[in-house]
């Protein structure tokens, strides 16, 4: 397997644009998370999905940020409008809940995010 | 609510030594999981070591170990023989496995590991 992946890999951006980050998971995982990584706050959870439908979005900042997952192989996370404060390292991860490495998240390589 | 802590923000060791990198948790849960996990300068994500809960051996990973003591809500890390490629940012994260957490991993906040030649 590819492992899971994220694009695009760099997004420069100004703000008051809408952005889009995209996810592939691996297949055959039941769950998707997205966080945020930034040098103030750490790693942040976001909002995270299970077979397609979102459990816990407590983490969106505001309603600037949505998440969509219409089926098992994407994911989106849009921003809009964008601002300076969501420049950040943006990850996708995607997890098993049977078979081998239940429970273990694998990340994407990340988006880095830069709101000018 | 769980949190995970590492006090130590930064650590460094000499090539072909060992290190320790410590972190606390706190949950009410009985069942979860805990995890390492490294972020080289690439910024990947990669997973280190697991163990579980109810499992009372620490878990080993060629030279990486975790001395695992519930009671205390302690998770360390040992990595034996350490090599230049160990250089890092490592976090101890928190996976609760029931309750209405399920699947949701709680980072600590990462201790830079810097490995001199």
């Known amino acids: 397997d590819a492992g899971v992946i994220q694009s695009p890999r760099h997004e420069v951006t100004e703000m008051g644009q809408e952005v889009t980050l995209r996810c592939k998971p691996i297949?055959?995982?039941?769950?998707l998370f997205w966080y945020r990584q930034t040098m103030m706050r750490g790693l942040e959870l976001l909002i995270y999905?299970?077979?397609?439908?979102?459990?816990?979005d407590s983490g969106m900042p505001e309603d600037r940020f949505s998440a969509k997952m219409p089926n098992a192989s994407f994911s989106t996370l849009k921003i809009q409008p964008s601002e300076p404060r969501d420049s950040a390292v943006y990850f996708c991860?995607?997890?098993?809940?049977?078979?081998?490495?239940?429970?273990?998240?694998?990340f994407g390589p990340g988006t880095r995010l830069t709101v000018t | 609510a769980q949190t995970v802590t590492q006090s130590q923000p930064e650590m460094s060791v000499q090539e072909a030594e060992t290190v320790t990198l410590s972190c606390t948790y706190d949950?009410?849960?009985?069942?979860?999981?805990l995890f390492w996990y490294k972020q080289p300068p690439s910024r990947q994500m990669i997973l280190v070591i697991r163990?579980?809960?109810?499992?009372?051996q620490n878990a080993t990973e060629n030279r990486f170990s975790v001395n695992f003591q519930k009671a205390a809500k302690s998770f360390s890390l040992k990595i034996s023989d350490s090599q230049l490629g160990d250089t890092a940012m490592y976090f101890c994260?928190?996976?609760?496995?029931?309750?209405?957490?399920?699947?949701?991993?709680?980072f600590g906040q990462g201790t830079i590991l810097t490995v001199h030649p």
């Open positions: 991860a995607s997890s098993p809940t049977r078979g081998q490495g239940v429970y273990e998240q694998y």
């Open positions: 297949s055959g995982h039941d769950y």
């Open positions: 999905f299970n077979n397609n439908v979102p459990i816990d």
């Open positions: 949950t009410s849960e009985n069942n979860y999981y």
């Open positions: 163990q579980e809960a109810y499992k009372q």
């Open positions: 994260a928190l996976l609760n496995a029931g309750g209405t957490s399920y699947g949701k991993l709680t």
